[in-house]
């Protein structure tokens, strides 16, 4: 997917050269594994930074193109969406200061990438998911205009042949429906690569996926999407669900999404998972290569393997095979893609340490991990570490009692990382500083989303939800360009937020969205209880198919009153205002502030295609006039 060297697949003759093709660079591995041709006398690490965009109003930039033109360096890169972007940090020697080294060649592209998004207004942000993401962002205009990107919305729409669906609750809970799988774009990760011996791969990829569930469950940074409190890594449900092309209608079919955390324990080699993603799920592109993996061996070449690479970059395996060529020497690594990006580089630095030291540092008992836990169980507890984070209880290994996540990562798991990190020669002083990281993240329980949830409900109680998250993304910026790791991190004031501008530029910023409305045939006795409970002057109206066909006014209630003292009850729809003044989320505030003051209503009413989204009355510009008189005080 990396290349642009690929074609959507329409017809079932390319379906059927891509699958031929697919199946022979599978043959080829096959053959490579047998002869032995895999390097195995050096072990490297890497990383891939992706990362947020945002604006001097701290919101989703797409000014991604424009970055990339202007920096140019190669390990700057592409990502979903134009408010994204990714960076590809160069291999390293799995030893010696190779985090400290990991560590300053972040901070330095980092640094190179901020002073060009400053060029076009807009700073880097490391958060698993943007708290500032709005409906609007959410939007195909956002796309990154290069072909792969429109292909594979396309192609994920064409096997799902309906609308994405979207249910994810936490203390809050979100429900939406998509037509295409852009959702996507609102993840961003750290993800970390560990090359290692074939001969090694099948025990290491198992005990990679028992270990993702604590290792998750102390890393956790996307709580938020949309302003909704979800799970603690909201990136795991949101992925899956923005990806899934499973059919609602095959009721007695046992389907696997196209991202997972894998549906049992490989058994013998790296064959076992691209055999199963081959036979589960049908390839969407066809790699334009001519190569024929087969007769390259047989003149003593190494294979590219293209259509393996292609069919394996949109199967999105939590922990994923891969397979790479450095300096002419076939290897093979295992990507981590669960952690989340940021809340700062010295945390992410700490987050690879820990994966690595634990792979490193395997136990013998726990070679074969089959044996001591069900793979159910290793999935059940990944699900409840994206739900809990660390307010997550675990099943582990040879116990059929239930552990805490923090007890399981500092008593267990962190002296494993430990004497990984030590059986890889790591200088003494990076193990120490960043696996006492992690300890004091977790012993404190200040992981970058609850962080986030505490700045959110310390400001909700002080100012509007959107401007609480402006604060809290302006203060994660500032928290992350100080360098300090999240568990130091104290808790934004709502002033982060800046100017006027950054909080009250559009409706959308501004407008109540917890609504309380009645339909056309409800009594108007309905409504001016309603009026009298919630203390409330407008009610929009809308009919059975939820579009907005009215108003209710305070006015045309006492209007009515006044002229039936008898009590007379009629359905709303014979005294609701019908001609209504409407204004989408995106308006300007000044705009709409010019239209209320023409509107008698006193309310303008927010829409979003033809359902009501959102209401602003004069009560809220005059909240804003009383902010902005005391600012200039």
Known sequence: MGAEK?????????????????????????????????????????????????????????????????????????????????????????????FSKMERNLWRLLTKGEKMANRSQAHLLLVGILPTLRQSDLDLKNITPLPRYKYLVDALHALRGDSFEFRIAGKDEWISRAEDSFYESSNTSFQVHYQLPPDDFAAAYNWAMAITAPLMAGATNSPLLLGKRLWRETRIALFQQSTDVRSTS?????????????????????????????????????????????????????PKLDQLCVHN??????????????????????????LPSGPTIIDEVANAAFWLG????????????????????????????????????????????????DELIVKELLPIAREGLAKAAVDV????????????????????????????????????????????????????????????????????????????????QIMKTELFTVTEDDPIQLAANLMYWKNIRHIPVENNLGELTGLLTCKLLMVYYSNHKDGTNIPVRDIMERELVTVSPQTKTTEALEMLKKNPLGCLLVVHGNKLAGLVTERDFMNIAAELLKANE
């Open 6 to 98: 690929v074609a959507i697949i329409k017809d079932k003759n390319l379906r059927m050269k891509a699958t031929a093709h697919l199946l022979q660079d599978i043959k080829a591995l096959e053959i490579m594994l047998e002869r032995g041709m895999f390097e195995t006398d050096v072990q490297r690490i890497g990383a891939e930074q992706e990362i947020s965009l945002v604006g001097m109003d701290w919101r989703p930039a797409p000014v991604l193109m424009e970055i990339l033109e202007g920096i140019n360096d190669a390990r700057f890169t592409t990502e979903f969406a134009q408010f994204n972007m990714e960076i590809n940090l160069d291999p390293l020697l799995f030893t010696g200061d190779c």
């Open 429 to 508: 002083a990076d193990i120490d500083r960043l696996l006492g990281t992690i300890e004091e993240r977790v012993k404190t329980g200040k992981t970058g989303s609850q962080w986030i949830l505490d700045a959110y409900q310390k400001l909700g109680k002080e100012v509007t939800k959107d401007e609480a998250l402006v604060a809290l993304t302006a203060g994660i910026s500032r928290r992350q360009q100080e360098g300090n790791p999240v568990h130091t991190w104290d808790l934004p004031e709502k002033t982060e937020a800046g100017n006027w501008k950054n909080r009250y530029w559009t409706i959308e």
């Open 358 to 405: 634990l792979m490193k540092g395997m136990p013998p008992e726990y070679a074969n991990i089959a044996q001591h836990m069900d793979f159910d169980v290793a999935k059940r507890n990944f699900l409840h570490a994206a739900r809990l984070g660390l307010g997550a209880n675990f099943y582990w290994a040879n116990t059929d009692k239930q552990i805490r996540a």
């Open 250 to 302: 095959s009721k007695y079919r046992d389907q696997s999404p196209r991202v997972d955390l894998g549906t049992h324990w490989i058994k013998d080699s790296v064959l076992d998972i691209y055999r199963e993603n081959a036979v589960r799920h049908r390839p969407i592109f066809a790699s334009n290569s001519l190569e024929n993996a087969l007769e390259v061996l047989e003149q003593g070449g190494v």
């Open 313 to 338: 970059g949109t199967v999105y395996n939590w922990n994923r095979a891969c397979y790479g060529i450095t300096e002419g020497k076939p290897h093979l690594r295992i990507e981590n893609r669960v």
